[in-house]
């Protein structure tokens, strides 16, 4: 069974212009309702022991402090706690309050996600963020003194009007903070968003792909002089600090999915629940999948492929061997030569490496993994 669980929380108090993850607007929302049905589908499980748990969203700290404390309690109640390594929730640094912050601390909750996006408040305005950088460092300043060590912040670089000088700057505050963890994610213009309505009209500017690839390369090696790893396309981490249950995505490992939107993969089968609230609330527990597909070898070796290459340590031929029980050489071979020479992997017996060259472009080396056929065994 999976040692890992994600758990949805679809509620935020705004839309930023640039997301369409599983979200809606918490006004007038059946959140209590929603809580209950999200409890009864985790114990439809049977869940008694976890590596990793997660609590993403939306946002999962626009909970009250009564529902936040009803969430944790059902979700680790019947958990063996000393098995429980990693526990992350998410947090917005605006509706973070100091009652917010001591739930959380006398939960085992154990690693805390920021969404900062940026420090820059103008920058911030413009992305539909309603915190200010301020409320960042106060946020960090709180949530140290309740104990929490493990901190991560997602930033966003590559935005409409942003420039070099921004990213330095970000970048040079993340480190003055002096936190374990980074996500740096470039703008990925989503469907359905404020932003990509404003580019259909042509008023959106976003830089250009050789600006986006100079910022990603200099938050690369700043971020890597000072003594992160970089561990995965868009993670950074002092040594020991990875994120374990995004490992888990990464490494193809099975996990619930759990909550409205949320996405599982167990018994090989990947899964996605219903996504609008009030579908979530009228299925029943063990119907809350809006679709589920049966991996073929074929796709389980491209995901293996495809998620193991977004980690710097790549994937082991020893272990894919193991794994799937194939030739890796008669399977790739030529493919992972080829990239060699192109410079897109590292030449290394035995593993299959990105180069940073092949980080910056990521598809094309994806690409190159796709299989024409590969016959049931
Ligand atoms: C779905 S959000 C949930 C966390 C929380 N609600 C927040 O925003 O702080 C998770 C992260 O995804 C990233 N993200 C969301 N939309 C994105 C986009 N269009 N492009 C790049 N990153 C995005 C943001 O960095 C965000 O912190
Ligand atoms: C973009 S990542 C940010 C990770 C974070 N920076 C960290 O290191 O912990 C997290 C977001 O991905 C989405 N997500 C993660 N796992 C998911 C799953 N199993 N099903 C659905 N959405 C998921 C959620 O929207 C969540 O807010
Ligand atoms: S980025 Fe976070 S706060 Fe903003 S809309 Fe998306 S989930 Fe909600």
Known sequence: MANAAYIHIPFCSHICYYCDFAKVLLEGQPVDDYIDSLLEEYRSYGIKSLRTLYIGGGTPTVLTVPQMEK????????????LLEEFTVEANPSDLSDEMIAVLAKSPVNRISLGVQSFDD?????????HREAEVYDAIARLRTAGFENITIDLIYALPGQEMATVVSDVEKFLALDLPHIALYSLILENHTVFMNRERRGLLH???EDKNAD???YIIETLVKHGYEHYEVSNFSKPGFESKHNLTYWDNAVYYGIGAGASGY????????????????????????????????KEKVEEEMFLGLRKKSGVTIESFE???????HELYGQQVKELIGQGLLEDKPGLVQMTDK????GNEVFEAFLLDDLPEK
């Open 71 to 82: 969430l944790l309690t059902g979700l680790t109640q019947e958990l063996d706690l000393s």
């Open 122 to 130: 103008k920058l911030l305005q413009r992305i539909g963020r309603t």
């Open 206 to 208: 976003l830089p250009s």
């Open 215 to 217: 910022m990603y390369e």
């Open 266 to 297: 167990l018994d090989g089968v990947r899964y996605k629940n219903y996504g609008p609230v009030h579908h979530y609330l009228e299925a029943e527990a063990g119907q809350k999948r809006v679709n589920e597909e049966v991996l073929s070898l």
């Open 322 to 328: 193991a794994k799937f029980q194939l030739d890796f």
């Open 358 to 361: 092949g980080f910056e472009l």
